[in-house]
């Protein structure tokens, strides 16, 4: 059985206490045994990306340039293996988890140009023979905590940027998925990056998780996962006085109006709520439908889902792969369970027997429910919607609003006025018109708002915001 260390100030260090990495779709193939840093190597890593920040921060941007350009060439050319150890992790289908691979090294590929982008402002002073500037500056040691769903995109989304703008970092990945995380920490150490520049400490978030957020080395956290525990490493870090960025949960509304073109509306509503499992944080979980529109719509949906094929994520044939585990299964089951018992009827959701030994699930479509129930009120996080039923677009945009989330919304109509005025008035940080709810470009900025997000945006420029400070200098340069 292969064994995965820990990567601290340049070194790989091995761990008495060992975790399975198990695929989803065939529970007999173990990926490897990823080592459980303990909280010594945990603060080792933390003081080996102190010891490395002062170089760093220093560094050219043409060395920075260099490091992340390189680590994007690396993960393009190896797109295909990393993409199949993806699914094999997380359970994504092999296009889904090869197109998630892709973009992590595009995201590297953009973040080596930032690196050249940073500049700053010269600014007149209103006092005689003063010239203020505007700088930007990196923060210092970044902690990462991140979730399974995407287990290279994520980190690379957070890692580029922030070794980019002279940052280090020291990552925490998901204890169900290491892997992707791993060998992106790898590839990252081969394409130059100093010692301590880069430290992943695998483990529980109880134990590794904890500490990046209490120690008074870590300057900063990144996070993404869910709402309880991004709240509450969000309130330890005011209690630190740390900088954070929380992202979050969401409960994404579709809306589909009577004038929307059919085959446009079904296909950006299987894909936006069903694909990848539904375990996307911009799934779209409530289809809100208009009442001209509805019976169509889901005599249509439930025709595509009937034909879709759930199954190993690695088989060719595989639209759908299994859930990532069966704690998932289980809540996804629960939430069906509850939605049947509010009063609404489900179609699919039935466990799935496959060859092997998987957690495989029918994409569930909960039709007749209401905006109060738990299923159009709580995240699921597995491949299951519901319909909402609604009179007009006002009901609709009324409805789309009602969730404490705010991540990402879309809605499907040939009308120019609607696909406006939702674009403006819906309360979401992503808008989407006639395409799914999931699926964003990797150099423009990703984020929601409401109980979804905290914090500036991710990707794109706008991640200077996060990853840099700013400093205001005055230059009295006197009268001559
Ligand atoms: P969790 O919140 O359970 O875990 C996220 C990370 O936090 C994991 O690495 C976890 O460690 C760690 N963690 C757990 N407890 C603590 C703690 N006390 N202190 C510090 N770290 C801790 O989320 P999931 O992994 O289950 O991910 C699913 C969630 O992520 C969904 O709600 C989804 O919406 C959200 N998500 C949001 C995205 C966004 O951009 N808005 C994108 C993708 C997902 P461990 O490995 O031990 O569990």
């Known amino acids: 059985m292969s064994q995965f260390a820990n990567y601290i100030g340049g070194q790989w260090v091995e761990s008495d206490k060992l975790s399975r990495n198990v695929n989803p779709s065939n529970l007999d193939d173990v990926i490897g045994e990823f080592a459980q840093a303990d909280a010594a190597q945990t603060h080792q890593a933390i003081a080996a990306a102190r010891a490395a920040f002062p170089a760093w921060s220093q560094s050219t941007p043409q060395q920075r340039f260099d490091v992340l350009d390189r680590v994007g060439t690396v993960i393009l050319e190896r797109k295909a293996e990393l993409g199949k150890l993806l699914a094999r992790e997380e359970g994504k289908t092999l296009p889904e988890a090869i197109g998630e691979v892709g973009r992590a090294g595009q995201i590297f590929k953009f973040f080596a140009g930032e690196t050249l982008r940073v500049g700053g402002e010269i600014v007149p002073s209103v006092r005689p023979g003063m010239t203020v500037e505007i700088t930007r500056e990196p923060l210092g040691v970044i902690g990462m905590i991140t979730p399974w769903n995407f287990p290279i995109a994520i980190p690379a989304w957070k890692i580029a940027p922030a070794l980019a703008y002279g940052n280090c970092v020291v990552i925490k990945p998901a204890d169900l998925v290491p892997a992707s995380t791993w060998e992106l920490v790898r590839i990252i150490a081969e394409a130059g990056a100093p010692a301590g520049v880069i430290n992943l400490v695998m ?202 989330f705010g991540l990402s919304a879309g809605i499907c109509t040939t009308s120019l006025k609607y696909a406006n005025h939702f674009k403006r008035n819906v309360q979401a940080g992503m808008v989407m018109i006639n395409t799914a709810t999931a699926g964003v470009d990797y150099h423009v900025p990703f984020g929601g708002r409401k109980g979804s997000s905290y914090g500036p945006r991710e990707q794109g420029s706008y991640a200077r915001e996060f990853y840099t400070t700013v400093k205001t200098s005055y230059v009295f340069s006197g009268a001559i």
Request: charged share 30%.
């Open 203 to 404: 483990g529980r978030g109880s134990v590794v998780g904890e500490i990046l957020v209490e120690s008074e080395g870590i300057d900063a956290i990144s996070f993404t996962g869910s709402v309880a525990t991004g709240r509450a490493i969000g309130a330890k870090c005011v209690q630190k006085g740390k900088k954070f960025q929380l992202e979050m949960g969401g409960k994404n509304p579709m809306v589909v109006l009577d004038d929307a073109d059919l085959d446009v509306a079904v296909e950006a509503c299987v894909n936006g709520s069903f694909y990848s499992t539904g375990q996307r944080c911009t799934a779209s979980s409530r289809l809100i439908v208009t009442e001209g529109i509805h019976d169509r719509f889901v005599e249509a949906v439930k025709t595509r889902l009937s034909k879709i094929r759930v199954g190993d994520a690695l088989d060719e044939s595989t639209q759908i792969g299994p859930v990532v585990d069966e704690r998932q299964l289980e809540q996804d089951e629960r939430y069906i369970a509850i939605a049947r018992e509010e009063g609404g009827t489900v179609f699919g959701g039935e466990r799935v027997e496959r060859a092997t030994r998987g957690f495989f699930l029918a994409p569930a479509l909960v039709t007749g429910t209401t905006p109060d129930m738990r299923i159009n009120r709580e995240e699921v996080f597995g491949p299951v919607a519901s319909v909402i039923k609604v009179k007009d677009y006002n009901e609709a945009l009324a409805v789309a609003n009602d969730t404490e």
